[in-house]
Nanobody, 115 residues
């Protein structure tokens, strides 16, 4: 089992920045990809950014150039630096980890961007 704990959400004005963190614990050996998804009210959960254990990253088109995902394998932590936030970025952000073909999710952290 893998447990994921997120932190760093909150309320920010449009154009502002936030940094999300997610730390994994439990059976962390062989965690492959880690990443962030988000779900806005009435919408499906969508990928924001992901990063492999080797550091390869990919982003949703809507956040490219504004968000940066990074990973500290020694701390079992993945980060999401979010700059130039937009009101449409308001959502619950979920940390995700893939380990041995099984998906794990954090409890989610609310990000609210005011206009």
């Amino acid at each position: 089992q893998v447990q994921l704990v997120e932190s760093g959400g909150g309320l920010v004005q449009a154009g502002g920045s936030l940094r999300l963190s997610c730390t994994a614990s439990g059976s962390i050996f062989s965690i492959n990809d880690m990443g962030w998804y988000r779900q806005a009210p009435g919408k499906q959960r969508e990928l924001v950014a992901a990063i492999s254990s080797g550091g390869l990253s990919n982003y949703a088109d809507s956040v490219k150039g504004r968000f940066t995902i990074s990973r500290d394998n020694a701390k079992n932590t993945v980060y999401l630096q979010m700059n130039s936030l937009k009101p449409e970025g308001t959502a619950v952000y979920y940390c995700h980890a893939l380990r041995l073909y099984r998906n794990y999710w954090g409890q989610g952290t609310q990000v609210t961007v005011s206009s």
